[in-house]
């Protein structure tokens, strides 16, 4: 099984190859907030508190200046308006200043992340606390010599397999460096529906797992009928985190791996790995 899928993970990334710059979705235009929705712990969906999520000099920010208690458990999820199920996600952030004032715990001291397959904002109620989600996780290093990499995955409320087992901890940490400081770093996800996910940073491969589904705990707050135990996540929201670190984001792009296969028609792409013959435009 673990052979078959390096197989077909070198197959896939050979096809991605032929992928043209137009073909990414710019999900941030780089202006505002356009198809982004907050929802932010004690908070209704839609009210972006304090500012949180904000635009400025072409970059999304995530700040915490107006948070005259301290950040007090006030975790946000920046929601993106569509669904997606295959595709590849890039992003490009950076840690930034210092951690908000009363902070969760000495874990969320640069830690943010994006949440992928997620639950709709919908779904979440208000004193929720993390949608039901696969957290590709943004970690910085603390300078003090210890590792700490980045874009591991954690599971709020779901399970993964890894190496052929049902993964048993909370967290799954990467094979990355550790990155200190403020600097830019480049990540990319290719999650293939319900099948196989795989952790990229800076153009090096980290982790891969697969099965994401509904499980497990590390979610407080929710809604019982969101959370069907043992449903196979095949799909789902892509939402920006913040966690009392701030960050800057420059770049959010997909790539959508679903489309007409037909190479017949005018829109196939040698890339896609699921059909929609319904899209097929000839």
């Keep these: 099984m673990r052979t078959l899928l390096i197989c077909c993970a070198l197959a896939l990334f050979s096809s991605l190859a032929s992928a043209a710059d137009e073909d990414w979705i710019q999900l941030f235009n780089g202006r505002d907030l356009t198809g982004w929705t907050p929802k932010i712990t004690h908070h209704e969906l839609g009210d972006n508190f304090g500012k949180t999520f904000r635009v400025e000099d072409g970059l999304l920010k995530v700040r915490y200046d107006n948070y005259p208690d ?3 458990t006030q975790f946000g999820h920046l929601f993106y308006a569509k669904p997606y199920s295959y595709y590849r996600l890039r992003v490009e952030y950076r840690f930034v200043g210092k951690q908000a004032a009363d902070p969760p715990g000495g874990w969320a001291n640069r830690n943010s ?5 997620a639950q709709a904002p919908q779904t979440m109620t208000k004193e929720q606390d993390f949608p039901i989600s696969i957290e590709a996780q943004f970690l910085g290093g603390l300078s ?3 590792p700490r990499p980045t874009l591991s995955m954690c599971s709020p409320g779901t399970e993964i397999v890894y190496q052929g087992e049902l993964y048993p901890k909370h967290c799954l940490p990467s094979a990355s460096k550790t990155y200190d400081g403020d ?3 480049q990540i990319e996800l ?13 153009g090096e491969n980290v982790l891969e797992y697969s099965l994401p589904q509904i499980g497990g705990g590390m979610v407080a ?3 019982p009928k969101a959370k069907p135990d043992g449903e196979l996540l095949s799909g789902g929201y892509l939402a920006l985190q913040s966690e ?3 960050i800057d984001v ?23 790995v699921h059909s929609m013959p319904k899209t097929c435009t000839y």
């Excluded at 792009?253 to 017949?264: A, I, P, Q």
């Design 144 to 146: 003090d010599g210890k």
């Design 183 to 185: 600097q830019w770093l």
């Design 250 to 272: 420059r770049k959010i792009e997909l790539l959508d791996l679903e489309g007409c296969m037909d190479s017949k028609a005018k829109n196939y792409r040698k890339y896609f």
């Design 113 to 117: 992340g994006i949440m992928f397959h």
């Design 244 to 246: 009392s670190h701030p």
């Design 221 to 223: 707050n929710f809604d």
């Design 190 to 202: 290719i999650v293939i529906g319900g099948a196989h996910i795989t952790h990229i940073v800076n």
């Design 70 to 72: 301290g950040f007090k």
